[in-house]
């Protein structure tokens, strides 16, 4: 005989209830705080501000001599930061972690965001990647870095790392999967108002064609699964030691080790960068004070980049 539940919504509540409470359990995440640069006196305020909403915070801190057992020193440059993550890991494979949470030391996340809702409330399933958005090179229609990409040479002396990376044809393979090209780049874009791109593009004219499939994006909040940390954080390791910018890659470095990468169209939540002084302008009201700033946080604003916090009372 078969049973319908909704006939019996007091014991459907329960099932989904249970469902809920058996999938959290099933989730633990560690949220990794990346700072570009030491910044020390950042620590005990980050971990104020995420106090009761994250139980594992780590602080990413480059060139770190300090004591604080939840801050993990990491040696590499800023503009290579994807190392940082590699090196982080290492410490943190055997800790049980489902997922990885990271955000920028100067970023302000939605304070309604804790461990137990921020897959749901930002729209993610339990195997899902994500950051913001992803750049396609050959679709730009200014300049950006394109000739960096260019540039860019998987075989650099010293470094071995073309059998760390899959092979071309393996990531060419991988980006098709996504609707993602993998073509030359396009030249006119680049011939804007700033020389340097220009000179730049002209030193490097014959490279037109990649020498390795890439992605551009923003890479200040992430989030990743456990499934693919080994092979994201191998391919983040070797686009660091041969010196590929952070983002481009650690959008290329997802794409190429995920099935299931989102971005913020994908998602519930929208991000907002404030790069220039018409974004920031809004932030004026707020009189320097980081409780007025979370007290009025957008419900469906996932995040404000960048808030730095020695200038915010």
Request: hydrophobic share 40%; glycine share 6%.
């Amino acid at each position: 005989m078969r049973v319908d539940i909704t006939h019996f919504p007091p014991l459907q509540g329960v099932i989904v209830i249970s469902l809920i409470v058996f999938f959290l359990a099933m989730t633990k995440t560690a949220l990794l705080v990346i700072y570009n640069h030491r910044f020390d006196k950042n620590i005990p305020r980050i971990d104020k501000l995420y106090e009761g909403r994250f139980s594992d915070v780590y602080h990413i801190v480059p060139f770190y001599d300090g004591t604080q057992k939840n801050v993990i020193p990491v040696y590499d440059s800023s503009f290579q930061f994807q190392g940082y993550i590699s090196q982080a890991y290492a410490q943190l494979r055997d800790k049980g972690y489902t997922h990885y949470f990271v955000v920028a030391d100067d970023m302000i996340i939605n304070p309604a965001l804790d461990e137990n809702n921020y897959l749901e409330r930002i729209g993610l399933g339990e195997h899902d990647c994500f950051l913001d958005y992803i750049l396609v090179l050959q679709e730009l229609k200014e300049a950006w870095r394109q000739t960096e990409a260019m540039a860019y040479k998987v075989n650099l002396r010293g470094v071995e790392v073309e059998k760390v990376l899959p092979s071309r044809e393996a990531a060419e393979a991988r980006f098709a999967q996504y609707g993602l090209p993998t073509g030359p780049i396009p030249v006119r874009p680049m011939f804007d108002r700033r020389l340097r791109f220009i000179l730049k593009y002209m030193q490097n004219i014959k490279r037109r064609n990649l020498d390795y499939p890439l992605l551009g994006g923003y890479c200040d909040i992430l989030v990743l699964t456990s499934d693919m940390m080994d092979k994201f954080c191998l391919y983040c390791g070797a686009f660091a030691a041969t010196r590929l910018f952070a983002e481009f890659a650690i959008p290329t470095a997802m794409i190429l080790a995920s099935d299931n990468v989102k971005t913020s169209k994908d998602t519930l939540l929208g991000g907002t960068a404030l790069w220039s002084k018409e974004d920031k302008a809004f932030l004026e009201a707020y009189n320097g004070s980081l409780q007025a700033l979370i007290d009025d946080f957008p419900a469906d604003k996932l995040f404000y980049h960048p808030i730095k916090l020695s200038q915010w009372k």
